[in-house]
Each structure stands twice: as C-alpha cells, then as structure tokens.
C-alpha cells in the first residue's frame, strides 16, 4: 500500500490529507502535527462567551473552494452568513469613518477623494494599458490606472488588510493576479467588471447562494470561477464562518481523517529514503512514506530540508514574513459609542496609526458575543511596523485603545482582553515571488515524490490553500500512479 506524509496541520494540511484519503482506499495517509491542536493560525477560542479567532475571521464565497468543501464535510446548514448589516466597510480618513464607495455614482459623492482624484479614477477606462514593468508593485499598478490619491487611500490600506504588507514593495501579479490579469486582457479594471458582470448574467451564476446551492448550481460556479472578479475588491464578496467559529472546520477535517492524525509529533528534519522520504521525530523516531507533503510555513519548510536539500531550503528562506499581532476586545455595548454599523475599517498608511484596521466582530456575526455586548478585532504590526510585534500585551492594549478611543468614541475600558502573536505571520508577496515560487519548482523536480503546498506560494487565504491543497492532492496521485 503506498503511504503519504503530510506534514503541517493547518487548513493546507488537513485539507490536503483529505482531498488524498477521499475516495483513495488503496492510498495510506498520515498527518503529523507537532501541536497539541490542529488548524495552525487558522482556529478559535471560547471565552467568556465570546468567539475568538486567532487568525482568519472567516472565509468568502467569492470562489467555490471552501464553500465545496464545508459541503463535501456535511457541515452546510452549519454555515454562518455574515450580517447583511456589515456589508458597508469604513476608511479612516482625518479622524472620520467614511464608507467605501460601492458604485461609480457613490465615488463621485464620497469625500474619501478629492474631486480631482475621483475623476481620476472615473477616467480609469480612457488610460488603456499604460507603460507597465515587467512586475508592478501594487502602488506602481495603482498609480497607473487610479492615480496616487486612490492609491494611497484604497490600495494601501487593501494590502494592509490582506497581507499587513507594503503597497510599494507587494508584486501585483503575485498577489492580485486577476488584475494583472484583467488590465492586460481588457486594458482597463472597468471595462473587464462590465464583461464579467454580462457573462456572470449569461450563465446565470448566482454567486449568493453557493453554499446551499445544488449540483446544477455548483458546476456553474466552477465555470464561473475562471470570469474576472465583479468587483475590484474582497468586500463584495459575502463571508461565511459557523457558530462555534473557524474551530468548526478544523473539526470537521480532524473528524473525517480519524486515526489518520498524530498530534504532538513534531518534525525535526527530513532525509531522502530510497525513492521515497523518511521524517525524523521525537526521540529519533523516523516515519518512511513513498511521498511527502510539506504543508508548513516557507520558513519552517526550509530548516527542514536543510539537508535534504540545501538548495531548495536556500530558496524557500528567501520568502518573508511580516509579524503580525491580533488583538481581541470585548466591551459593554454602552462602552462604545459608534454605531458599529458595518464590517469594520481600515487605516491608510498617511493618517498615522500603528493599528492597520478594526473589525467588528459582533456587528458581522452577532453570536460571536454575548448578549450586550460588543467584540473588536485589531490587526498591529505588518511589513511597515515590524517592532511592534515585541511590545508587551499590556503595551499593545494600551496602543489599541489609545487609537481606537477617538475613532469609536469609547467611553469605558474592555472587559474581555486577548492578543495573538505571529513573529512571521504573514508570507510576503513581494517584487520577484512569482520567479522564487518557480525557482522552488524547478528544484522540486529533483525530488520526486516530495509537494509543498500552504499560503507562502500562490495566496494567502482560506479559499486560495484549500484550491491549493486539492492541486496538489492531485499531483500526489498523479505521481503515485506513475
């Protein structure tokens, strides 16, 4: 019986042994994880009555991934819409929340941009391609089509949000392939969301109702994954968690794979085994499998190929991180005197604060908190604040409410305090990744048998490691048959 080694137990891992062992009776699959939980930064906690998560807050329907797999898990009438309520999502500007613009009509009101730079924007479709680089950073890209006003306001605070990243320094294409994507095919943003839009209607996709849909609807929505997003922007998308949280996920991949997992194992290194691996543990133990799948960070796959393969490990060390700590805040209701209507907001770089953004946890799933009151989320640090990272937890509350207090107009301290520290929290997408993800290819193809899959290649989030996993789950079978 041929074995596989998956190595990592995060939503890359889990879903990747999954994805092998479904349908595979002939295929035998172990999981290790050197955690005494699984989900890696990816899981929740429950305290006081409130829902936290330590890393994602929840995944978006914008693509099937996910939503096909919580379906594939029995887990669809656990899912949890985001309230209808937080759609609207705010941006600090000079000490006021305003919404984002959702319409070309909203922009040209909104006070976000002057009028010069929201007929900047508006003139996007008269610019055609421009004078790209080989690689536009995301500002360069910004710049191009928007104007450094729009760049400034909206992309800046957008990789801030998604990466904790550098606007300057993150590559368009790595990151944001579907616009790179959309310029070069349409030659202008709008002009692509308009042919979308048109061929999204054709086919009669109805995007909101992916989770519950049927087959008829699903085979739809793999069609109409390959269209241009409708929208520039994640926030159009509808999010989707569970009651108990992301915990839920996690707990529905542990349940499926079974005896498949070994919790508290840690790796320590991997040797060549014949045509195959073997993965040395505690105490020396070694596990020996025809393939290995590593679906840990860049970094920790890197000390672990150290010997094994120096080169490769020497490429995958070339991939940063950025820190990132997530602080988790729980008021009384009368403790804070917004209105809390929306998702949450975020800060652009220019209006000075170390907090990225704030989301409003209680306004977008309600049962996250108890009954009175309210739950915030902080992001702090990022690729442009990486110090902030060593401040105490006492530190980083005082730096969070000091921000928050004239924002949110809070009248009274948190009840509820919780942070989440990730020294490299993030992978960076930064000028050259595309050509160090095929440099790491290119040496992965002297080791037969061995995958890396995870969000340090080909995207960052839920959906992206879950299409991710199930590629790569192919390629294993793929080469198991051969």
Same mark, same amino acid.
């Given at each position: ?9 995060? *939503? ?48 978006? $329907?914008?693509?099937?991934?996910? @939503?096909?797999? @919580? ?18 999502? +705010? ?24 009028? =010069? ?5 508006? %003139?996007?479709?008269?610019?055609? =391609?421009? @004078?790209?680089?080989?690689? $536009? ?9 928007? &104007? ?7 992309? $800046? ?56 849909? &049927? ?10 994954? $390959? ?13 989707? %968690? ?16 079974? /005896? ?13 085994? &014949? ?18 799948? #590593? ?25 940063? +991180?950025? /820190? ?7 008021? /009384? ?12 907001? #975020? ?9 990225? &953004?704030?989301?409003?946890? %209680?306004? *977008? ?11 915030? =989320? ?7 604040? /990486?110090? %902030? ?7 980083? +509350? ?27 929290? *993030?992978?960076? +997408? ?53």
């Amino acid at each position: 019986m041929p074995r596989t080694i998956v190595v990592g137990g995060g *939503i890359s891992g889990l879903s990747i042994a999954y994805f092998l062992s479904r349908g595979n009776p002939g295929l035998e699959v172990l999981l290790l994880e050197g955690a005494p939980r699984l989900g890696g930064t990816l899981g929740s906690e429950k305290l006081e009555g409130f829902i936290l998560e330590r890393g994602p807050n929840g995944f978006l $329907d914008n693509v099937p991934d996910t @939503v096909e797999l @919580v379906r594939e898990l029995g887990l669809s009438d656990r899912l949890l819409k985001a309230s209808d309520s937080s759609k609207v999502r +705010y941006i600090l500007k000079a000490g006021r929340l305003l919404p984002i613009p959702s319409s070309p009509p909203a922009l040209l009101r909104s006070s976000l941009l002057s009028l =010069r730079g929201r007929l900047r924007v508006l %003139s996007e479709p008269l610019k055609g =391609r421009g @004078v790209q680089e080989a690689e $536009d950073s995301v500002a360069a890209f910004g710049r191009r089509r928007f &104007g450094d006003e729009a760049t400034r306001t909206f992309l $800046d605070p957008l990789v801030s949000g998604i990466f904790a990243g550098d606007v300057e320094r993150l590559s368009l294409p790595a990151a944001f392939p579907r616009l790179a994507e959309m310029e070069a095919r349409h030659g202008s943003l709008f002009k692509a969301m308009i042919q979308a839009n048109r061929e999204r209607r054709r086919l009669g996709g109805n995007r909101e109702s992916a989770p519950h849909a &049927g087959n008829n609807a699903e085979q739809g929505a793999r069609t109409l994954e $390959d269209l241009p997003p409708s929208a520039v922007t994640p926030w159009k998308s509808t999010l989707y %968690s569970f009651p108990g949280g992301l915990d839920e996920l996690v707990g529905g991949l542990e349940a499926r794979l079974g /005896p498949s997992v070994r919790k508290g194992w840690p790796v320590f290194r991997v040797q060549t085994e &014949g045509r195959g691996y073997a993965v040395v543990g505690p105490g020396g133990t070694r596990e020996v499998a025809d393939c290995l799948v #590593l679906a840990v960070p860049a970094y920790r796959a890197a000390a672990l190929l150290h010997s094994a393969a120096s080169d490769l490990s020497l490429s995958l060390e070339a991939i940063p +991180y950025s /820190p990132i700590a997530v602080v988790c805040l729980g008021f /009384p209701r009368e403790a804070v005197g917004h209105a809390l209507d929306g998702y949450g907001f #975020l800060a652009p770089r220019d209006q000075g604060l170390r907090v990225l &953004g704030s989301i409003w946890v %209680s306004s *977008i799933f309600p049962d996250h908190a108890p009954s009175g009151m309210v739950s915030l =989320r902080c992001l702090v640090g990022g690729a442009r604040d /990486p110090d %902030s990272i060593d401040l105490s937890d006492e530190a980083l +509350y005082a730096l969070v409410l000091e921000e928050l207090r004239p924002v949110l107009q809070l009248r009274d301290g948190p009840t509820l305090k919780r942070v989440y520290r990730y020294t490299k929290g *993030i992978p960076q +997408y930064n000028l050259g990744h595309i050509r160090r993800v095929e440099t790491i290819e290119r040496h992965l193809w002297a080791l037969p048998g061995m995958f890396l899959t995870g969000n340090a290649y080909r995207g960052v989030g839920i959906n992206d490691c879950v299409r991710e996993a199930r590629r790569k789950a192919r390629a294993v079978l793929e080469h198991l048959r051969r």
